[in-house]
């Protein structure tokens, strides 16, 4: 069964640093771009960040300066490094990636991690 898992996630005060991974398994023959989305209670999801499998990144706005994708190929393993949080910044953060399998190329969504901001 393919999958992606989130970890990582958790409460951190404000100022503070937190590091998200999200590990694909399963049957994998390639993983093409891979991002992070994030969703907070009554809102839409929104793009956090994105990267290719060549390493170009494209970030929302909202996260330039502070947060950092990056990804391991030989261990279909993607990251966010996420520094000088805000409560804004709160949210359930969810993986996503483009993944060739038995069955073809997918796009695929992980479960979902809770990162919560806050004194």
């Known amino acids: 069964q393919v999958q992606l898992v989130e970890s990582g996630g958790g409460l951190v005060q404000p100022g503070g640093s937190l590091r998200l991974s999200c590990a694909a398994s399963g049957s994998i023959f390639s993983i093409n771009a891979m991002g992070w989305y994030r969703q907070a209670p009554g809102k839409q999801r929104e793009l956090v960040a994105t990267?290719?499998?060549?390493?170009?990144?494209n970030y929302a706005d909202s996260v330039k300066g502070r947060f950092a994708i990056s990804r391991d190929n030989a261990k279909n393993t993607l990251y966010l490094q996420m520094n000088s949080l805000k409560p804004e910044d709160t949210a359930v953060y969810y993986c996503?990636?483009?993944?060739?399998?038995?069955?073809?190329?997918?796009?695929?969504w992980g479960q979902g991690t809770q990162v919560t901001v806050s004194s």
């Open positions: 996503n990636a483009d993944m060739s399998t038995l069955r073809g190329w997918f796009n695929y």
């Open positions: 990267i290719t499998k060549s390493g170009s990144t």
